[in-house]
């Protein structure tokens, strides 16, 4: 065997050093060299990009989810952040360190970084940062994921120590992203404030900085002068809102936007057949799982009989076909199904069974009352193919399309019984999870089950992964025996680039996922 490896070594080497001759201009007699033309990165130019969705308040404690944090991820940044392989890694801070059991986390920040006012990131803006989210009267979206933050303390210039209530294996997670605690100087807000002057911004660190937002108009980002890590290429973002898909395709294809996400499926399709040229696509697996979600303030809604009939009501396969022309996956968990917390929890496949909704809705007491269904205009395919299941069934359903802000008010006000939304996938289950289960951490109107709470509570205490997964199956099989929602499916999110882009998404071979960090290598040809 040792012999074997020795020849196998002597031919990998050979091959090796014949692929270098080749590449060093070694060609056959007669045949002129030939070498792959290498583009060269360009400084400078404006990339426009149609967005599906509108961008909300430019405040980074507010709206960072979904598309309002793929354009933030431009000039906001976390102390750590993940991976293309999920793994977490040191961002603006250089390294840390865990200890008392998993309650103490001291995090050393990396030196030389200056927000885009041109001060240098020290200890007290992640402390000022911190307490800012905590605070529930400022209304930052991270303030119920740094509950258990007991204080957060400058130990020097460059230090800090978090200090937990309670062991958190899942606390860096939440250090990983904008979501939860973006970095911005102190007092960079008064306590309370969330709107912001007009075109006023709060500085960040970013490889971009915000020049201009107007709500329905483009947003624009500049390249930021004194960025900490390798300068962007461009000199400008705008994201412009093209909310109507055929809209935003034809912007694509015309060039009128360089750049368009969450396009159609069957757009998609026609590029991927080549009957639309010049367009490269990016597929984002996982990038839109959507749930049917109840209002647990409604007497009728609160009865498991009546969640267990219409889910019952539901073909998620037919919804995939009739709603995504099968550019989705059906959905059981809000968590990648191929991952190992899915595999874990061995929820068994959802079935549709009319017969079965029939008797719960008699066991409930359902007598025909018309329940009310909030959603936006995007998602009307969807809306309309579940309205249709549940009227076979005998659920009488009453479809409101409502525009992006009177949603917001709807659902804020609980004047609803059933919407569909949407939710951001994570490596942890405490982080994309904990908002939608956890009773102290969900809306008015949501989920609450204390046996849920405690599975969560026992879960983020425990660092061993084996026992981690032990415990999440249970927490799964709860939250599926409740029906706390209705998952319905993964969508296959679609973004399209123009010829000239260049730089964009993941490094080859990696799963891509929607992210705004991704701009700092774009350039266009």
Known sequence: MHQKKIIWRLIGIFIFLFGIALESGAAPKGQPKKTAPQ????????????????????????????????????????????????????????????????????LHLRKGVKFHNGKELRAEDVVWSTNHVKDPKNGAFGQNRLNDVKSVEKMDSHVVKFTLGKPSAAFLANLATIRILPIVPENSLQPGQTKLEKNVFVPGTGAFMFEQFQPGFDTVVKKAPDYWGKPAYLDKIMFRPITDNANRFNALRTGDVQMADRLAALDAMRVKKGDVKGIALLEEPLGGFQRLIFNYDSPLLQKREMRQALACAIDKQRLVDEAFFGAAQPAELMMDPQGIWSKAAKLPRHKRDLAEARVLLKAAGYNGQELVWVGRNSATPLLESVQRMLSEAGIKVKLEILEAGVMRERVGAGKFDLQVGGATTDVDPVIALVSYYYTNKVEKGSYSNP????????????????????????????????VADVPLLFEIRYLGMGEKVRGYGPPPGHTYSESGTYFKSVWLR
Do not use: C, H, W
Not at 73 to 101: C, F, H, M, W
Not at 454 to 470: H, N, S
């Open 39 to 106: 583009e060269q990165p360009r400084m400078g130019g404006t990339l426009v990009v149609g967005l599906g969705k509108e961008t909300g308040n430019p405040n980074p404690f507010f709206q960072t989810m979904s598309t309002n944090q793929f354009v933030k991820d431009t000039s906001y940044e976390s102390l750590l952040i993940q991976d293309d392989e999920g793994r977490i890694v040191p961002n603006l801070a250089e390294k840390y360190d865990v200890a008392a059991g998993g309650t103490q986390f001291t």
């Open 451 to 482: 046996k849920t709470d405690q599975l969560f509570d026992k879960f983020d205490k425990e660092f061993d992964e084996k026992k981690r997964l032990a415990i999440f199956r249970e927490l799964a099989g709860v939250v599926q025996k409740d």
